[in-house]
């Protein structure tokens, strides 16, 4: 799956956008992107994915975009549009030509298995926030954590944490510190007697 792609899926399945039909024509004009997404009912967001390849010339994409966005400004068209450049790095040229008219996302072609999360990272201003989960789940955090730990052996020490837990993050903190050098101790105590 190209960037490119990824952009689309993510937009289109998390963000509610619906694509457009390409080419779009304004007035007398066509314009061929390589995505074209508007945003559901609430936002007012209009994006366009361009990606970047070696035949694509920064002043061919300056030029379409600088004429997608007057063509909308001549329409009186409200809709704010991003243009999302994939694959290719984008030239600083090309983005500040045309970060002028629109916001700009350069997302360029990341790799490897994180590489769905980066591009998420980066389009995450045109993505719902995601609600909290709610207090009722966070308040019951100790049944949580038994039901979890019921196949477990009921070890003293868990027990011991869990009610620390209760008065907060540094009693827990505190008390490992202390076993932690409890038991350091002791294994260099047997090192010591053993040489």
Known sequence: ???AETVFEILTKEGGYLPLGKPIRIGSQAFDF???LVAGEKANDLVIVIELTGASEDTQVTRSVLAFTRALDVLGSKRSVTAVLTSGQADNDL?????RVCRVLPVGA??????GEIVRDWLAVLLPLKSPPPV????DWKA???KQLEHTDDEPAVARFVHLAEEGKEAVEAELALEI???ADKVLEDGAAQS
């Open 144 to 146: 949580n954590l038994e």
């Open 95 to 99: 983005v500040n030509s045309i970060s």
């Open 34 to 36: 390589t995505h074209m």
């Open 136 to 139: 009722e789940h966070l308040a």
């Open 110 to 115: 990341p790799t490897g298995p994180m590489a």
């Open 1 to 3: 799956m190209t960037t």
């Open 181 to 183: 050098s409890t038991l």
